[in-house]
């Protein structure tokens, strides 16, 4: 008897249990599961049967409350015979008014669903992801004019280009997964957006983007010459538009007519580049934010002056920040991989230019384009024009700080950007 009893509690339990889970289901997380996204290739995707979409639902919870609603009319239609004793009257008429409170009721429930399904949908459609394939690209490089095609000039950057986009879709399908991909708006809010020219730009710091910015300005009609364009104006105006910043048939659109490009460095040069420009000069937020940081926990007996304005960080200091994995702060931009600044195996780049050979692939890009012949990409330095550019030499001077197995690990953090841009090990020890 005891062992039934306990059993019968148990279920009991249980089930109460089950209840309480059920009504305390976040409902946002049922709906955004049963969401389809977006595929690029197949325009937009239509709800699975197995599926009930939120139209439906609406549809289903106003005909349930429609019935409903009919059947208490039907009832409270119905008078009462007079050969029903009087009691009995009085109770109809009670059941009748409960009746008709619970149709209120229902009502205001109806009209609470339907609003709570509307922003159930508003929230969907922002946050929901949006499924494209690999080299969906509608448009690829424009081709080359009749005219261009006798310029071996022209045709031999065309063929450079072909072979730069050969060299990254085939290392994309050597080491990433599937073709089937997944776009959400971190993976597009890099990429500035000129609609009068149709150019989507990614933006890759320490690569010529302050002068990117400065054409695209131009193109859209912004400012008349790039020297017009302080660095302020280029970095805080927010004068461009981001990508991230459209709906899905916006960011759909674009990413399938528009002429896709991103510009890159050699990866130890742009991260030289990066430290002399954050580090070796005054600067009120990486100096707090991060050299407070890579001193507090890299610097054995750091002075207080140090510890407490965060300058003069070293470059083996700043590299032991890099390859930790428990950082002490975030990553950032400016030393990020370009694999995850632009995303280039999830998104197709119709042009693929490099920082070594600026000058010559950007004016051919605006070639391309069909931007005004007067328009050519800017020579100028933008920020401490006093000092030399970050070459090849200096990169290996301050590369010769770190001990081998520092430049080894140095590498490795940036292997997938080496491998897929086709840039060359800068130290021969390097495996």
Known sequence: MRLTCMFSFILLFGAVGLVVFIHLQDPEEIVHQQTPGIKYNMGFQQPKKDCVSINNQDRRLRKNTADRAARVKQSNSSEPSES????????????????????????????NSIKLYKRRRRFIIKKSPILISMNSSILNLPTLKYEDRNNSKWKSLYQIQGERKRIMRETCS????????????????????????RVLYCEVPKAG????????????????????????????????????????????????????????????????????????????????????????????????????????????????????????????????????????????????????????????????????????????????????????????????????????QSYDFYYMDYLMFNYSKPFEDLY
């Open 174 to 197: 050597k080491y990433k997964s599937n073709n089937r991909r997944i776009i959400t708006p971190y993976h597009v809010s890099r990429i500035f957006v000129e609609d009068k020219y």
């Open 209 to 408: 983007c302050s002068n990117w910015k400065r054409v695209l300005m131009v193109l859209n009609g912004l400012a008349s010459s790039t020297k017009d364009i302080q660095h302020n104006t280029v970095h805080y105006g927010n004068y461009l538009k981001r990508l991230d910043g459209f709906d899905h048939k916006g960011i759909y659109h674009r990413l399938n007519t528009y002429t896709k490009m991103l510009f890159i460095r050699e990866p130890f040069e742009k991260l030289v580049s990066a430290f002399r420009d954050k580090f070796e000069h005054p600067n009120n937020y990486y100096h707090p934010v991060f050299g407070k940081a890579i001193i507090s926990r890299y610097r054995v007996n750091a002075t207080k002056e140090a510890l407490r304005t965060g300058s003069g960080v070293k470059f083996k200091e700043f590299i032991q920040y890099l390859l930790d994995v428990h950082r002490p702060v975030g990553m950032d931009i400016h030393w990020d991989h370009v694999n995850r600044l632009c995303s280039p195996c999830l998104i197709d780049y119709d042009f693929v230019g490099k920082f070594e050979s600026m000058e010559e692939d950007a004016n051919f890009f605006l070639h391309l384009i069909g931007a005004p012949r007067n328009l050519t990409f800017p020579k100028f330095k933008d920020r401490h024009s006093n000092e030399e550019r970050t070459t090849t030499k200096i990169t290996q001077r301050y590369f010769a700080q770190l001990s081998p197995s520092q430049r080894q």
């Open 84 to 111: 029903v004793p009087t009691k009995l009257q009085n109770t109809d008429r009670r059941q009748s008014s409960i009746m008709f409170a619970m149709k209120d009721q229902q009502k205001g429930e109806e009209i």
